[in-house]
Every structure is written in structure tokens, then in C-alpha cells.
């Protein structure tokens, strides 16, 4: 019995020394840094995906929220610092500074939203690719319109917003070609009364159908009677917008996050654009239900729509990436 005991402690030990993995799922420490209050639904997205990768047990998550420009590399360096594995972050507008972390950390892996391309061998990038979406979404939005007249409110005029206002306007002229826009920019990622209030001015401009690209848009449709269309969350669930909201163009960081942490246990990290992985073939956008508007929206519509969104999965149709800022028709 001892000898056997003593064998079976033998092979246990072997396969530590050989293979972990195939003892027990490795986990590895996780930051994210966020410039904006967690609740703020773009990095609640990058917080949704690694709470799901720490309830699986695959990481230990740790993250500051609310982290302004001018502090946000002293806490970066911090948590390089502190022995984390992955940092997963933002480094719009701080692009260098990051980079000169990256370098100075070689030994930590770098997942960060930015504007530009991957960095070193240690820093990859993503980007909000879910212009596929849109353009289905505008599709519905063309078909709801009764002015002809569609409204769209976002942050600011930068790359990521205007691609999916580019192909939300593609998709509706797909449907009507005569269809116009008023599109607006309110100079903030959260200020739900400054958004309401563009709303307010578009509506009175005469649109009677709105893509909320920020919060607040979905409350002016409600109060005013129309309906809007959501932007990365369901806002048909959660911003209030049962009876106001179509539908939403969703945003998933699993798949992308998922494969960053996968990389970094195997030791094969490196620096790459993530945008595929943010995009509907892998998984990482998507068109929510249309919820109470199910029966609202034409057979014929909802069949064409289903159609090209599996045409935008298996790469027979592709969606412009416009990244040019957009501009009102009237």
C-alpha cells in the first residue's frame, strides 16, 4: 500500500513539473483601469467581461475606477508594479505615456482601447467595433420613420462613434435611400441632461426616430413619444427604455479579454489589434431582441435583416469601417 501511495505521488509530482494545467486551471492576477465611474456603460463592459473570467475562476481581478488623464499613468505603473499578470485599460489621449510604461514593464502584458495600433511586444489594443450592429439597426430605423427624418446623439466626433453613426446612416438608406439625418455631438462620454437636451432640439427639428449613443437620449424619446434606438448596452433593459427602445447594438469584451488571458498562461503574449474579436463573428457585438417591438416590425423587414446579419457573420457582406466624422443632411 505504501509503495502505492508512494508511485501515485510520484506521477502527481511529474505532472506538476511537466504540465500544471493539467493538475489545476492556472489563475493569474487582472487590473483594469478606468477613467470613468464604473457604472459608465463602456467600461462597465470591459467590468462585466472580467467579473465573468473571475466567477469562472480563471482570474483574480482587482480595479480603480474614476481615474483622471493626469493620475492615470502613476496608477498604471502602480499596478504594473504590483505583480499583476494583464492590465486592461484605456489610453485614448495618453497613447505615448502608456507606451513608455509598456516599455519600462516588459514582463506584464498590456490590453489597452486606443486609437492606434498595437505596441512592442507587450501592448495590444482595442477598439468598439460594433458598426455591424448599427447597420442592422438602421435598417429598422428606416422602416420606423414616418418623416423620413432620423436623429443621432453621440459623445465626440472621434473614430469609434463616427463608424457607427457611418453605418447606421448605411443601413438606413439601404432600406429608404431619401431618408435624412440630424447628427449631434454633445462633448462628453456622460452627461445625460446635455443629451437630452440635443435630443429635445432634434425632435424639434422634426426626427422621429433617434439613435441614443449616449445617456439620456432614450428619457427625451419617452417623454416626447418616439423611439430610439441603444448604443453598446441593452438599453431597452437598462436605461429605462422598455416601450421606447427597438432594439440595441451590444458590445461583448469576452471573447477579446478571453483570448488576452488565454495568451498570457501560455506565455505567448504579444502585441496585436484586437478588433476582430470585438466584431459579430466572434462574438464580440451583437443586435439585442427587439423586445415589445417583436410585432411592430414587418415580417418582410425582420426576415432581411436576419439575412444580412448572417451575411455579416459568414463574410459574404461587410459593413463599411468609416471612421470620417458625420454630418447632418438637413
Known amino acids: 500500500m505504501k509503495i502505492r501511495m508512494l508511485y501515485c505521488c510520484l506521477v502527481l509530482l511529474s505532472l506538476l513539473m511537466v504540465c500544471p494545467a493539467m493538475v489545476f486551471a492556472e489563475k493569474i492576477k487582472v487590473a483594469g483601469i478606468y477613467t470613468q465611474p464604473i457604472q459608465q456603460k463602456w467600461d462597465a463592459t470591459l467590468h462585466k467581461a472580467l467579473l465573468s473570467l473571475q466567477d469562472k475562476g480563471e482570474i483574480d481581478y482587482v480595479f480603480s475606477e474614476k481615474v483622471s488623464n493626469t493620475d492615470y499613468i502613476r496608477v498604471l505603473r502602480e499596478y504594473a508594479e504590483s505583480g499583476v499578470a494583464l492590465i486592461v485599460g484605456e489610453a485614448f489621449g495618453i497613447s505615448k505615456d502608456v507606451r513608455k510604461v509598456a516599455d519600462d514593464y516588459p514582463e506584464v502584458a498590456f490590453l489597452m482601447g486606443d486609437s492606434f495600433g498595437p505596441y512592442g511586444s507587450n501592448m495590444s489594443v482595442f477598439d468598439n467595433y460594433i458598426h455591424e450592429p448599427c447597420y442592422l439597426m438602421g435598417m429598422a430605423a428606416a422602416s420606423l420613420s414616418k418623416s423620413g427624418k432620423i436623429g443621432m446623439v453621440g459623445g465626440y466626433p472621434i473614430g469609434e462613434v463616427n463608424r457607427l453613426f457611418n453605418a447606421f446612416m448605411a443601413g438606413a438608406k439601404q432600406v429608404n435611400p431619401a431618408v435624412e439625418f440630424k447628427v449631434s455631438f454633445i462633448g462628453s462620454w456622460y452627461d ?22 449616449r445617456a439620456g437620449v432614450v428619457d427625451a424619446a419617452r417623454e416626447k413619444g418616439i423611439v430610439a434606438f441603444g448604443n453598446v448596452n441593452d438599453m431597452n433593459k437598462e436605461e429605462n427604455g422598455t416601450d421606447v427602445v427597438v432594439a440595441s447594438a451590444l458590445w461583448h469584451m469576452e471573447p477579446a479579454i478571453s483570448h488576452a488571458v488565454k495568451l498570457v498562461k501560455e506565455g505567448s ?55 470620417k466624422e458625420p454630418k447632418s443632411t438637413f
Open 192 to 213: 445625460p441632461p446635455k443629451a437630452k437636451e440635443f435630443a429635445f432640439a432634434q425632435m424639434e427639428a422634426g426626427v422621429d426616430v433617434l439613435y441614443a449613443e
Open 269 to 323: 503574449f504579444k502585441g496585436e489589434d484586437y478588433k476582430e474579436f470585438t466584431m459579430m463573428a466572434a462574438g464580440g457585438a451583437s443586435l439585442s431582441p427587439y423586445y415589445e417591438f417583436e410585432d411592430k416590425l414587418a415580417v418582410e423587414l425582420k426576415t432581411e435583416i436576419a439575412e444580412k446579419q448572417k451575411a455579416i457573420r459568414d463574410g459574404s457582406f461587410v459593413v463599411e469601417i468609416n471612421d
